[in-house]
């Protein structure tokens, strides 16, 4: 699992009052980066998809910031927004779950942390998901493994690509097996798109841990990631301290990943949507499979 | 908050302890004595069960991708006159043989060698039987670097395409992703004091609580009953164990099991199975699908 820190950019763009000084959002014009801390007008921040333009970090943006990025506009049509899942093993820890659930969801105004539906992408008409990481982690939750596999059958019923934005850390905890089984039920449904010859393009963001990495974000036809994103099944943290090993420098980044031939491409969040667009106009060509006039609509 | 009874699914979330307190002390304590017997040192091991259990094996060895795992044992045999095809986690009882096998905990090596024994089987039409007893995924960097999560992903999915029956049971510990890539079977069987978890309860707690400490508390919390999961409907049976658990008779516990893996097997073979209808399974495994997802934008 990876940090269950949330950075902060969902709350800049959606004028809440800023999670941690409680600013009002109207005096949040700037935009500082969490890596190197330079800070820019939040107008510069957005043109720029929250990619630091002093040190190139990547930070973390939230499943609707994503789909506006990738999406052509107003071209996005939400699937299964009212699917939520349910506290199954009436689970607490140092809060019951259903209580942290509650919040996260009025918090976000989403059911999980995974958002779908049909959009255009450079005029070529794909299925969508993308996760938030600031909605408990991006972690797998029945529901969240529920719209994912909805939207993959979606794809393949509708004839179109399937494109999925990760970023989690993995499995959810407070929902136990059913979390872990959440990585069949995925791999299932990514093989009805497969029977229908329908590719799934899977983007790795950062972090991408665990039980999602292990699972369907493994398994994309192509494997994009953008540039030092954590990707890795366990956390560098619980490896240093199980193993006492010395942990190489760029480990567990998308170009270790790329580096070992894991990973397809690594590709600056600025350049993304066109190379998304790239691979779509020869995956989804008209008179290929995946043509672009599917009749089902 | 009650003992989580035997029969118990779905627990409402009223019966949370008052204040949403965490599990009580005696719950908790009773869910760790339960993970001692499934790792008791004495326990038998898949190489024990599968001696007492199946005639004639030979085991095989490798990925045939340049590596051979210890921590995975494969190889031919037959139950009950039936040649099967097996996979088995496999634990170290001396100090030396728990080195050479990591403590059971495979690295990429040893799913790929799982695959490959997959792929056996189906083109050799033997049925599979799988032995789950797992800690959890090694958490070291080597297993990083040989892309341990896609190695898991491409197991899950091999499993999902295995074209002849599939019986499984967890005999000791299934813990996280690398139990569930030999878990996905047909028949799904758990001996009495085993247990399948989305992380150890070590893991969880530190999640959770941030505190490993509090690894007690997480494994009541996370319900690790056996019999859990067949209310869940994500096993089919729970195997008994001889009085006080198989560490204390490993013939008995054999003498148990044997019965129900030719039961399932011949079951399976008399019904026929098939790749879809195990995807299918694993497909709604959570009850949150419904049967005809609404194909539209």
Same mark, same amino acid.
């Given at each position: 699992m990876g940090p269950l820190v949330a950075q902060p950019v969902e709350a800049a763009l959606t004028g809440r009052p800023h999670p941690i000084t409680g600013a009002p959002a109207a005096a949040r014009t700037a935009w500082t980066c969490p890596a190197c801390a330079a800070a820019q007008p939040l107008a510069v921040a957005r043109e720029q998809l929250f990619v630091c333009p002093t040190c190139a970090h990547h930070a973390r943006i939230g499943a609707r910031q994503r789909i506006e990025h990738l999406a052509d506009p107003d071209s996005f049509a939400e699937w299964d927004a009212d699917l939520a899942g349910r506290d199954r093993l009436a689970f607490v820890d140092t809060r019951p779950y259903a209580e942290r659930l509650a919040e996260a969801q009025a918090r976000h105004r989403m059911p999980d942390a995974l958002l779908s539906g049909a959009a255009a992408i450079g005029g070529h008409r794909v299925g969508l998901a993308a996760f938030d990481f600031s909605f408990m982690g991006g972690s797998l939750s029945a529901a969240v493994g529920e719209r994912l596999a909805r939207a993959a059958e979606r794809c393949a019923t509708l004839r179109t690509p399937f494109v999925c934005v990760t970023t989690s850390g993995g499995a959810r905890m407070q929902e136990g097996v059913f979390s872990l089984l959440q990585m069949a039920k995925s791999v299932a449904a990514l093989h009805t798109l497969a029977d229908a010859h329908m590719p799934f393009?899977?983007?790795? &963001?950062?972090?991408?841990?665990? @039980?999602?990495? *292990? $699972?369907? !974000?493994?398994?994309?036809?192509?494997?994009?990631?953008?540039?030092?994103?954590?990707?890795?099944?366990?956390?560098?943290?619980?490896?240093?301290?199980?193993?006492?090993?010395?942990?190489?420098?760029?480990?567990?980044?998308?170009?270790?990943?790329?580096?070992?031939?894991?990973?397809?491409?690594?590709?600056?969040?600025?350049?993304?949507?066109?190379?998304?667009?790239?691979?779509?106009?020869?995956?989804? &060509?008209?008179?290929?499979?995946? @043509?672009?006039? *599917? $009749?089902? !609509? | 908050m009650t003992a989580v009874s035997a029969e118990s699914g779905d627990r409402a979330a009223s019966e949370h302890a008052p204040g949403g307190a965490s599990p009580l002390e005696a719950d908790a304590e009773r869910a760790w004595a339960r993970i001692e017997l499934s790792?008791?040192?004495?326990?038998?091991?898949?190489?024990?069960?599968?001696?007492?259990?199946?005639?004639?094996?030979?085991?095989?060895?490798?990925?045939?991708?340049?590596?051979?795992?210890?921590?995975?044992?494969?190889?031919?045999?037959?139950?009950?006159?039936?040649?099967?095809?097996?996979?088995?986690?496999?634990?170290?009882?001396?100090?030396?043989?728990?080195?050479?096998?990591?403590?059971?905990?495979?690295?990429?090596?040893?799913?790929?060698?799982?695959?490959?024994?997959?792929?056996?089987?189906?083109?050799?039409?033997?049925?599979?039987?799988?032995?789950?007893?797992?800690?959890?995924?090694?958490?070291?960097?080597?297993?990083?670097?040989?892309?341990?999560?896609?190695?898991?992903?491409?197991?899950?999915?091999?499993?999902?395409?295995?074209?002849?029956?599939?019986?499984?049971v967890v005999i000791g510990e299934g813990g996280s992703g690398g139990a569930l890539a030999t878990?996905?079977?047909?028949?799904?069987?758990?001996?009495?004091?085993?247990?399948?978890?989305?992380?150890?309860?070590?893991?969880?707690?530190?999640?959770?609580?941030?505190?490993?400490?509090?690894?007690?508390?997480?494994?009541?919390?996370l319900r690790l009953e056996a019999q859990n999961l067949v209310g869940w409907g994500i096993a089919d049976e729970v195997v008994p164990e001889p009085r006080g658990g198989a560490h204390r008779?490993?013939?008995?516990?054999?003498?148990?099991?044997?019965?129900?893996?030719?039961?399932?097997?011949?079951?399976?073979?008399?019904?026929?199975?098939?790749?879809?209808?195990?995807?299918?399974?694993?497909?709604?495994?959570?009850?949150?699908?419904?049967?005809?997802?609404?194909?539209?934008?």
């Amino acid at each position: 699992m990876g940090p269950l820190v949330a950075q902060p950019v969902e709350a800049a763009l959606t004028g809440r009052p800023h999670p941690i000084t409680g600013a009002p959002a109207a005096a949040r014009t700037a935009w500082t980066c969490p890596a190197c801390a330079a800070a820019q007008p939040l107008a510069v921040a957005r043109e720029q998809l929250f990619v630091c333009p002093t040190c190139a970090h990547h930070a973390r943006i939230g499943a609707r910031q994503r789909i506006e990025h990738l999406a052509d506009p107003d071209s996005f049509a939400e699937w299964d927004a009212d699917l939520a899942g349910r506290d199954r093993l009436a689970f607490v820890d140092t809060r019951p779950y259903a209580e942290r659930l509650a919040e996260a969801q009025a918090r976000h105004r989403m059911p999980d942390a995974l958002l779908s539906g049909a959009a255009a992408i450079g005029g070529h008409r794909v299925g969508l998901a993308a996760f938030d990481f600031s909605f408990m982690g991006g972690s797998l939750s029945a529901a969240v493994g529920e719209r994912l596999a909805r939207a993959a059958e979606r794809c393949a019923t509708l004839r179109t690509p399937f494109v999925c934005v990760t970023t989690s850390g993995g499995a959810r905890m407070q929902e136990g097996v059913f979390s872990l089984l959440q990585m069949a039920k995925s791999v299932a449904a990514l093989h009805t798109l497969a029977d229908a010859h329908m590719p799934f393009i899977s983007i790795l &963001a950062d972090p991408t841990m665990g @039980g999602s990495i *292990a $699972s369907f !974000a493994a398994l994309g036809d192509v494997i994009v990631a953008e540039p030092r994103a954590t990707i890795g099944f366990t956390g560098a943290r619980v490896i240093a301290q199980v193993t006492h090993e010395r942990l190489p420098a760029d480990f567990q980044t998308s170009e270790f990943h790329h580096a070992r031939g894991l990973i397809d491409m690594v590709v600056d969040r600025r350049q993304l949507k066109g190379r998304v667009i790239g691979l779509l106009r020869v995956l989804a &060509a008209p008179g290929g499979r995946a @043509g672009t006039d *599917a $009749s089902a !609509a | 908050m009650t003992a989580v009874s035997a029969e118990s699914g779905d627990r409402a979330a009223s019966e949370h302890a008052p204040g949403g307190a965490s599990p009580l002390e005696a719950d908790a304590e009773r869910a760790w004595a339960r993970i001692e017997l499934s790792r008791h040192p004495d326990r038998p091991y898949a190489l024990d069960l599968i001696g007492r259990c199946l005639e004639d094996f030979t085991e095989l060895h490798g990925d045939r991708q340049g590596g051979d795992d210890p921590a995975v044992v494969i190889g031919l045999a037959r139950l009950h006159a039936r040649p099967v095809a097996v996979v088995a986690n496999q634990k170290g009882r001396s100090l030396e043989e728990r080195g050479r096998r990591n403590f059971g905990m495979a690295h990429p090596e040893g799913y790929r060698k799982a695959q490959r024994l997959l792929r056996l089987a189906g083109r050799l039409q033997l049925p599979v039987l799988s032995f789950i007893d797992i800690p959890g995924a090694y958490p070291g960097v080597a297993a990083e670097e040989r892309g341990q999560a896609w190695a898991i992903a491409q197991t899950i999915e091999a499993q999902l395409t295995l074209p002849t029956p599939y019986v499984a049971v967890v005999i000791g510990e299934g813990g996280s992703g690398g139990a569930l890539a030999t878990f996905l079977a047909d028949a799904v069987l758990v001996m009495e004091h085993a247990f399948l978890t989305v992380a150890s309860p070590e893991t969880a707690a530190a999640i959770l609580y941030r505190d490993a400490g509090r690894k007690r508390h997480a494994a009541a919390a996370l319900r690790l009953e056996a019999q859990n999961l067949v209310g869940w409907g994500i096993a089919d049976e729970v195997v008994p164990e001889p009085r006080g658990g198989a560490h204390r008779d490993w013939d008995g516990a054999a003498r148990l099991l044997r019965p129900r893996l030719v039961h399932h097997l011949e079951r399976l073979i008399a019904q026929g199975v098939d790749a879809a209808r195990r995807r299918e399974r694993y497909r709604r495994i959570d009850g949150l699908a419904t049967p005809e997802p609404d194909a539209g934008g």
